[in-house]
């Protein structure tokens, strides 16, 4: 299905106040599309429209709680106000609670399925009609974890795993009935982002993504490749891969390894204190930006996504060798 071309598309992009989502909304504006940023924080917003500015692209931000639909119809009607058009619509808000199954609070359970599933779910249900017109796409920043649950991460990996059978089933109904919107879900390993300096926890220490952690920038790329091409489902990072792979392969040797690793793997190991101010139900106060605390230990790239974005690269010069030989023997 061809796509309009990124630098003439109009893309939305929840969460995009920081992290993933603010260098989503960077690569989008750099390749030249007009970019509506949503989030609810207003301090983060405001950089981020700073950010496409200085890209030479147009921002217009938009204060938005994706867990109310109908905040998410609005996002979707300043969009068409301001642009004309919506070609791409990435839903990529999310917050999570570090804590184990059997403790978690219903209220904290529910908010995390509020923002990262139906939050989702709310942002296709109100984008549809205006993606329809345009031919677009809906890109969800899902997760690897969305196909395996990991300890202190029930809510988010349930959260996830919802959402990405939802859209398994959206994408079939596109399909059946000639609905002309692609249906995109990518899922990202570990992202150096700020999001684990806001997270709620209760361990006592700083969370941290589990290693190999990237930088959000080439993760952005992938995404935003998927805005011109969209992909049934793409993982991102090579520790994404080989966590799908693992299991797909054996779920019971990834219970083992979990069981050994599953805990220390998701912090630094520093003190800090259960109920440090967090962003579960409300945005904190500051920008800050798309990169975390991890710089020094993160990848600024990742060969593997680049290879299987451009895997029609690779099978062509893989068929051009043999006739290259034959030229050769003549």
Not at 160 to 188: C, D, Y
Not at 285 to 312: E, I, K, N, V, Y
Request: some cysteine.
């Amino acid at each position: 299905m061809r796509k309009t071309p990124l630098e003439q598309q109009v893309a939305v992009v929840t969460g995009a106040s920081a992290g993933l989502g603010r260098a989503v909304a960077r690569r989008a504006a750099r390749g030249g599309a007009k970019v509506v940023v949503c989030a609810r924080g207003s301090d983060g917003l405001d950089g981020a429209v700073a950010d496409v500015a200085a890209l030479g692209s147009e921002a217009h931000a938009v204060v938005a709680d994706v867990a109310v639909l109908d905040d998410c119809h609005r996002v979707v009607e300043e969009a068409l106000d301001r642009f004309g058009r919506i070609d791409t619509f990435c839903a990529n808000a999310m917050v999570t609670v570090y804590r184990e199954a059997r403790e978690l609070d219903p209220e904290e359970l529910r908010r995390v399925l509020d923002v990262n599933f139906l939050g989702a779910v709310n942002c296709y249900w109100a984008s549809l009609p205006a993606l329809t017109d345009s031919r677009g796409t809906f890109v969800h920043v899902n997760s690897a974890l969305a196909y395996r649950g990991i300890p202190l991460q029930a809510a988010y990996c349930s959260s996830k795993a919802a959402a990405r059978t939802f859209f398994e089933t959206a994408r079939v109904e596109h399909a059946k009935h000639g609905i002309p919107v692609g249906v995109s879900l990518v899922l990202p390993g570990a992202i150096n982002t700020p999001q684990f300096d806001v997270v709620r926890q209760y361990v006592g220490r700083q969370p941290q993504p589990v290693p190999p952690i990237y930088q959000p920038e080439p993760f952005a790329d992938a995404v935003v490749h998927c805005f011109e091409h969209p992909a049934r489902e793409l993982p991102i990072g090579w520790g994404a891969q080989k966590l799908l792979w693992g299991q797909k392969l054996s779920p019971r040797a990834g219970d083992l390894v979990l069981r050994r690793t599953g805990w220390d793997a998701q912090d630094t190991g520093e003190p800090k204190p259960v109920g440090s101010p967090d962003n579960l139900f409300e945005p904190l106060p500051g920008d800050r930006g798309a990169h975390g605390r991890f710089d020094g230990r993160s990848r600024r790239s990742t060969l593997w996504t680049s290879l299987r974005l451009r895997r029609w690269l690779v099978g062509t010069a893989a068929a051009a060798v043999p006739a290259a030989r034959a030229l050769v023997r003549r």
